[in-house]
T-cell receptor, first 112, second 117 residues
Framework: DQQVKQNSPSLSVQEGRISILNCDYTNSMFDYFLWYKKYPAEGPTFLIS?????DKNEDGRFTVFLNKSAKHLSLHIVPSQPGDSAVYFCAASARGTYKYIFGTGTRLKVLA | GAVVSQHPSRVICKSGTSVKIECRSL??????MFWYRQFPKQSLMLMAT?????????EQGVEKDKFLINHASLTLSTLTVTSAHPEDSSFYICSARPGTGTSDTQYFGPGTRLTVL
């Protein structure tokens, strides 16, 4: 049972445009969400997180939106840069468990 | 800050041998460390949660006698794959959660590629 889903395995975006990566979850106990960026044969790099008490968190070019009623979150990258090309994973956690459940990842390719 | 290292980065071993992977938090103390496994083109799957000074908690389906975890200090956790077989070949990644504050953020190591021949 996949509790965290990223339904788009890949996404291509032109440089300078907005990249929108989506993530859906099923477990209503999740209250902390994160996005990680990962290159092949490397560990994930933390990008941005959001607590369930918020619906938006912004950090530079990265913004995460959370829609609790829809159990959906999204990562917006604007403007997209070629260096953003990587696999992006969303992760969810129920506060206090400190355990992450990862989505299946979306491969983003930013075209120059 | 929040750097996590893993050693070795790659290891090739013969079937039946044991392999130890180290995970270190370099600039913070980690009361909790986590071990994940990633198969090609799949997600990261949590294997176990390791707390300093206590026994690790394993996820369902993970054999604790096969994947031995030792969290001997606040900066070091080790994963030993005992009697490795080809199906254990995978990318193993650790993460560490800082012991201070209430943040749930985990910081990941660079991973270890294990190939069992």
């Amino acid at each position: 049972d996949q509790q965290v889903k990223q339904n788009s395995p890949s996404l291509s975006v032109q440089e300078g445009r907005i990249s929108i990566l989506n993530c859906d979850y099923t477990n209503s106990m999740f209250d902390y969400f994160l996005w990680y960026k990962k290159y092949p044969a490397e560990g994930p790099t933390f990008l941005i997180s959001i607590s369930s008490i918020k619906d938006k968190n912004e950090d530079g070019r990265f913004t995460v939106f959370l829609n609790k009623s829809a159990k959906h979150l999204s990562l917006h990258i604007v403007p997209s840069q070629p260096g953003d090309s990587a696999v992006y994973f969303c992760a969810a956690s129920a506060r206090g468990t400190y355990k992450y459940i990862f989505g299946t990842g979306t491969r983003l390719k930013v075209l120059a | 800050g929040a750097v996590v290292s893993q050693h070795p980065s790659r290891v090739i071993c013969k079937s039946g041998t044991s392999v130890k992977i180290e995970c270190r938090s370099l600039d913070f103390q980690a009361t909790t460390m986590f071990w994940y496994r990633q198969f090609p083109k799949q997600s990261l799957m949590l294997m176990a949660t390791s707390n300093e000074g206590s026994k690790a908690t394993y996820e369902q389906g993970v054999e604790k006698d096969k994947f031995l975890i030792n969290h001997a200090s606040l900066t070091l956790s080790t994963l030993t794959v005992t009697s490795a077989h080809p199906e254990d070949s995978s990318f193993y990644i650790c993460s560490a959660r800082p012991g201070t504050g209430t943040s749930d953020t985990q910081y990941f190591g660079p991973g270890t590629r294990l190939t069992v021949l």
